[in-house]
C-alpha cells in the first residue's frame, strides 16, 4: 500500500508564496507519475501540475502555469509544489497523487489525505 503524506498548506495573502510538499516513504520513487490536483468547496477535484519520469515531462494547469512549479527531490523521495503569486481562487484543499502523471484524477491510483490553502483577499 502507496502512503503519501502531503503538507505544507496555510493561510496567505494575495499575492504571496507557499510550498507544499508530497513524501511519498516505502516505496520506489519513479515507480509512479506524480501530481497535484485541489478541490475548492462544492467544486470538482482538478488539476493543477504533474510530472512524468518518461518521457521526464511537466504538466500544468493553465490557471497556474507560470506561477506554479512542480519539483521532485529523488533522495527524499519528495515531490514538491511552490506556489507563487497566489490568488484568492486558487484557495482549495490541495492534494498530491501517484500515478500516471496525467491530468485527470482517474489516472492515480493514490492519493495523500490533502492540505488546505487559503488565500485572503
Known amino acids: 500500500q502507496v502512503q503519501l503524506k502531503d503538507s505544507g498548506g496555510g493561510l496567505v495573502q494575495t499575492g504571496g508564496s507557499l510550498r507544499l510538499s508530497c513524501v511519498t516513504p516505502g516505496y520506489p520513487f519513479k515507480t509512479y507519475g506524480m501530481g497535484w490536483f485541489r478541490q475548492a468547496p462544492g467544486r470538482e477535484r482538478e488539476f493543477v501540475a504533474s510530472?512524468?519520469?518518461?518521457?521526464?515531462?511537466?504538466y500544468y494547469a493553465d490557471s497556474v502555469k507560470g506561477r506554479f512549479i512542480i519539483s521532485k527531490d529523488n533522495a527524499k523521495n519528495t515531490v514538491y509544489l511552490q506556489m507563487n503569486s497566489l490568488k484568492p481562487e486558487d484557495t482549495a484543499v490541495y492534494f498530491c497523487a501517484a500515478g500516471t502523471g496525467s491530468a485527470h484524477p482517474g489516472g492515480y491510483d493514490y492519493w495523500g489525505q490533502g492540505t488546505q490553502v487559503t488565500v485572503s483577499s
Open positions: 510530472f512524468t519520469w518518461n518521457p521526464d515531462m511537466t
